[in-house]
T-cell receptor, first 116, second 116 residues
Framework: NAGVTQTPKFQVLKTGQSMTLQCAQDMNHEYMSWYRQDPGMGLRLIHY???????DQGEVPNGYNVSRSTTEDFPLRLLSAAPSQTSVYFC???????????????FGAGSRLTVL | AQTVTQSQPEMSVQEAETVTLSCTYDTSESDYYLFWYKQPPSRQMILVIRQEAYKQQNATENRFSVNFQKAAKSFSLKISDSQLGDAAMYFC?????????????FGTGTLLAVQP
């Protein structure tokens, strides 16, 4: 059981380039999300999805696109990379657990992106 | 706006001693969830403990326990018998939607050092 798999683990881009961070989960989780982690700022939500075909914006969505065509995959696209997007990106998946309804995230290992 | 505040950027504890990490949050909701996540140098985010707001009893997981003060909006993490493997960044997180989404709000983190 692989859990949440993110690729690539490291990437260096030039300003203006585009790329896609891949995220796949094999746990049949309904919910998936993307966070970015910056020093001194914790994790901030970029986009999230509550099921295939349904996505919505989080706290810092500008410059990023997502889609959810399958339950398993939730790619994050940077259309025109900017230095401000230099960060560590985490994908997470979750489902409602039991009667309490707690939504416990399972995180991927993270992707470090540097934009020059 | 809903916020999570971790006022201790760094903490240090001697091996086998006890340490408490602080977290406060701001919300007008009555039903929500709180979490502590651990991030070791490997960068992997690991769930340490969770608390449902409707439960008055403080959650406990082995050497980890919380002091949940709902009226004060405080959610501190106590680590007993600290071990070298506890050295990590610790994030407090708040789920304001009762599990309906996976939109967690994270604090800025506390870096815990464990001295041998």
């Amino acid at each position: 059981n692989a859990g949440v798999t993110q690729t690539p683990k490291f990437q260096v881009l030039k300003t203006g380039q585009s790329m896609t961070l891949q995220c796949a989960q094999d746990m049949n989780h309904e919910y998936m999300s993307w966070y970015r982690q910056d020093p001194g700022m914790g994790l901030r939500l970029i986009h999230y999805s509550v099921g295939a075909g349904i996505t919505d914006q989080g706290e810092v969505p500008n410059g990023y696109n997502v889609s959810r065509s399958t339950t398993e995959d939730f790619p994050l696209r940077l259309l025109s990379a900017a230095p401000s997007q230099t960060s560590v990106y985490f994908c997470a998946s979750s489902y409602l657990q039991g009667i309490s309804g707690a939504n416990v995230l399972t995180f991927g290992a993270g992707s470090r992106l540097t934009v020059l | 706006a809903q916020t999570v505040t971790q006022s201790q950027p760094e903490m240090s504890v001697q091996e086998a001693e006890t340490v408490t990490l602080s977290c406060t949050y701001d919300t007008s909701e009555s039903d929500y969830y709180l979490f502590w996540y651990k991030q070791p140098p490997s960068r992997q985010m690991i769930l340490v403990i969770r608390q449902e707001a409707y439960k008055q009893q403080n959650a406990t997981e082995n050497r980890f326990s919380v002091n949940f003060q709902k009226a004060a909006k405080s959610f501190s993490l106590k680590i007993s018998d600290s071990q070298l493997g506890d050295a990590a960044m610790y994030f407090c997180a708040y789920d304001p939607y009762g599990g309906a989404t996976n939109k967690l709000i994270f604090g800025t983190g506390t870096l815990l050092a464990v001295q041998p």
